[in-house]
């Protein structure tokens, strides 16, 4: 079973970079599904909430090309504890990375390799966004700084409002990704349940921008039961409140990539059983998580 389990994570990891369009060989993909890929020490409440977590940060900007605007790349300075997983992070329409770039050093310190990326126009619909979140990834195993630290068959991406759009737009594209998780999501029409990604939605309870029913609840409410899911609404924020530096955003992202990325149940606790938050005004999952 152990070896039958080494040979799926190895194809699946090679299915993710068929669709990125790379012929890189990936790395610490020899492990089993059940595996667990630990980086740091056991989180708490403290830990998930801080401004920065136990790893040192290096920042590098990253030109335009490559098929997407730019960013910067951050990445944990530590290389004793193997590979980590990537995530890129894409903005909103009209909005540049400036605005997001926050996310950069908060999730890289928790032991992730993090691109936060400029769009090739602001003016860039879903779809296109999602191009291009794939092609920072594919960017980041391929030719980044980081390459030698990222484990190729843990890839995830984020994004806000269009770049939200965008998020399920290429979980939907790229199925081995393995956590998705949008942020005041805006997309017409879309509908995902094909999604197979583990993704957790977080919305602003007074989006008139995105509106929850057309928007967010309506996207997680599409996908599949089955599917590890969260839904997370931020208490009386609006559409641009749950994509500014907040804990609440901060502490669910970190722990749903821990979770899903790292496949690091120790931070299970966080997520399941649903949460109690005074900060938000809904909080859906599928508890407990497969």
């Given at each position: 079973?152990?070896?039958r ?6 194809v ?6 068929a669709i ?11 492990a ?7 980086r ?6 403290a ?9 040192t ?12 605007g730019g960013?910067?790349?951050h ?20 909005e ?11 999730l890289?310190s928790?032991?992730?390799?993090v691109?936060?990326i400029?769009t090739?126009?602001?003016?860039d ?55 998705a ?11 995902y349940?094909?999604?197979r ?7 602003g309870?007074g ?29 009386g ?25 790292d496949n ?17 005004s809904?909080f ?7």
């Open positions: 079973m152990r070896i389990n080494k040979i799926a994570t190895a699946a990891a090679a299915v993710a970079f990125l369009g790379s012929g890189v060989a990936p790395t610490d993909a020899v089993g599904p059940d595996e667990s890929y630990q740091g020490p056991d989180p708490t409440k830990s998930i909430e801080a401004e920065r977590g136990p790893f940060v290096t920042e590098v900007p990253v030109a335009r090309g490559n098929g997407f960013g910067t790349l990445f944990p300075n530590d290389t004793s504890q193997g590979t980590f997983g990537a995530v890129a992070v894409a903005p909103g329409f009209t540049s990375e400036l605005f997001l770039r926050w996310f950069g050093p908060r890289a928790q032991g992730f390799v691109l936060t400029e090739n126009s602001v003016f619909f879903p779809s296109s966004r999602a191009d291009q979140l794939l092609a920072a990834l594919k960017f980041m195993v391929e030719q980044s700084r980081a390459k030698d630290r990222i484990d190729t068959s843990r890839l995830a991406v984020m994004g806000i409002s269009m770049g939200g759009g965008g998020t399920l737009e290429a979980a939907v594209r790229n199925p081995a990704l393995k956590a998780i949008p942020i005041v999501p805006w997309n017409i029409g879309g509908g349940a094909g999604i990604t583990p993704t957790l939605i977080i919305a309870q989006d008139i921008i995105a509106p929850t029913p057309i928007h967010a609840k309506a996207f997680y409410d599409s996908l599949a039961p089955g599917l590890n899911k969260g839904y997370v609404e931020i208490a924020g609006g559409h641009v409140a749950p994509a500014l530096p907040n804990v609440t955003t901060a502490k669910y992202s970190i722990s749903w990539l821990k979770r899903f990325v690091d149940t120790r931070y299970e606790q966080f997520l399941c059983p649903i949460p109690k938050d005074p900060k938000t809904a859906l999952g599928n508890c407990p998580h497969s």
